[in-house]
């Protein structure tokens, strides 16, 4: 099955520009979806179709995609950014979801 | 404005089935696509199913979901049958949006905490 993996942790200052990896086997050929998730909430919607923001969500949040590695980024980056940050793409070969496994942003 | 609000016992034996409903104003359950999302205390996001047109299930689960909708009262369900321990986890309720098989989670209820315990 397809598998998408993102570092555990992220840190990153105030004001900053925080980049989060989520990497799998020629993501390109598919499209990310990035959300976010404070605690105890449901995760809210970022971005869709690798650059699209959703509604509602900042231009400092953006993402890219590219050979084997999505990324999302944050720019000047706020303490209310703080949470957990999921990838998720639709692997076509299992007709699955997938999400990656999370990361965790800390504004220092 | 579009509302999702997951419901179902909170506590559930070993070996029984577990029963959530999604309960969704603001929007016709017909004029879109319906899905269950689970997390388990600590970890990350597991997709259960959906009913995109046709229903498809986590093949991990597959022999022990069932999805279905009742449009009459505007609701989904999620039936899991057979519950451990290891289905203790957070169940969200999400509206999935799908263009050319691609698909995002862009409405979430509040989730609903089902413990598996004797």
């Known amino acids: 099955s397809y598998v998408l993996t993102q570092p555990p942790s992220v840190s990153v200052a105030p004001g900053r520009t925080a980049r989060i990896p989520c990497g799998g086997a020629n993501i390109q050929r598919t499209t990310v979806q990035w959300y976010q998730q404070k605690p105890g909430l449901a995760p809210v919607l970022l971005i869709y179709?690798?650059?699209d923001r959703a509604s509602k969500i900042p231009d400092r949040f953006s993402g890219s995609n590219s050979g084997n590695t999505a990324t999302l980024t944050i720019s000047r980056v706020e303490a209310g950014d703080e949470a957990d940050y999921y990838c998720q793409v639709w692997d076509r070969s299992s007709d699955h979801e997938v999400f990656g496994g999370g990361t965790k942003l800390t504004v220092l | 404005q579009v509302q999702l609000q997951e419901s179902g016992p909170g506590l559930v034996k070993p070996s029984e089935t577990l029963s959530l409903t999604c309960s969704v104003s603001?929007?016709?359950?017909?004029?879109?696509?319906w899905s269950w999302i689970r997390q388990a205390p600590g970890k990350g996001l597991q997709w259960i199913g959906y009913d995109s047109g046709g229903i498809k299930y986590n093949s991990a689960l597959n022999s022990r979901v069932t999805i279905f909708a009742d449009s009459s009262m505007n609701q989904f369900s999620l039936r899991l049958t057979s519950v451990t321990a290891a289905d203790t986890a957070v169940y969200f309720c999400a509206r999935a949006r799908r263009r050319d098989g691609y698909t995002f989670f862009d409405m979430w209820g509040q989730g609903a905490l089902v413990t598996v315990s004797a």
């Open positions: 603001g929007v016709s359950i017909n004029s879109f696509y």
């Open positions: 179709y690798d650059s």
